[in-house]
């Protein structure tokens, strides 16, 4: 290897963990890969990288290899690597990051349901200003065409009146509101 291709991969990574320090706020320099994130997570054998892995190849810049992996789109959001790691980095906010480059590259999600399931979520809150259940699972059946999956379920939910039929309007005005006010600070 000469000097020109050392040079141009560490180009390459500066800008990629720039971008994900910039748009998140997260320096991930500090995280040096003990490990606790990953023996936490309740998603961690599910996913194809560690969050441990994640943010390592972050480090290193490998841009191709965080957009590929699953583990951001799996990840439940529940805060237990962030409150774990001894050096404070956000890992939930890095996987929030890396989610919001990719989207903003159009780049296609490597798990599409889970980007269709908080698309669905967001437009229920916009329309009703609360979470109406039925609605948003025919929305997200609309949206991912699998119109019988959890059927069964569904049905015995409804049974045991874990559904409202009708939705409960109230707020949606404000609920617009706040959701506009994140898009442009996302924006920005």
């Known amino acids: 290897m000469n000097t020109d291709e050392v040079i141009q991969i560490k180009e390459k990574s500066f800008s990629f963990t720039d971008t994900v320090a910039a748009v998140g706020g997260i320096d991930v320099s500090f995280c040096y890969q003990c490990g606790k994130c990953a023996t936490g997570c309740p998603l961690v054998h599910e996913m194809d990288l560690t969050p441990t892995q994640l943010i390592h190849a972050v480090q290193l810049g490998l841009k191709d290899t965080v ?3 699953k583990t951001m789109w799996l990840c439940a959001s529940c805060l237990t ?5 001894p050096q404070k980095v956000d890992i939930a906010e890095v996987m929030d990051t890396v989610k919001i480059l990719i989207q903003r590259e159009k780049k296609k999600a490597t798990v599409p349901s889970v980007l269709k399931f ?3 979520f967001i437009d229920n809150l916009k329309l009703f ?5 039925l609605g948003m699972i025919a929305e997200l ?11 069964a379920m569904g049905i015995k939910m409804l049974k045991k009146h874990k559904f409202n039929l009708f939705p409960g309007i109230s707020g ?4 617009r ?3 506009s006010q994140v898009r442009k600070q996302e924006k920005a």
């Open 141 to 151: 059946k609309l949206r991912t065409l699998n119109f019988t999956q959890d059927l």
């Open 81 to 85: 690597c962030s409150t774990r790691c």
């Open 177 to 179: 509101k706040i959701l």
């Open 67 to 69: 957009y590929n992996s």
């Open 172 to 175: 949606s005005r404000e609920v």
């Open 118 to 120: 908080s698309k669905s």
């Open 129 to 133: 200003g609360r979470l109406y259940e």
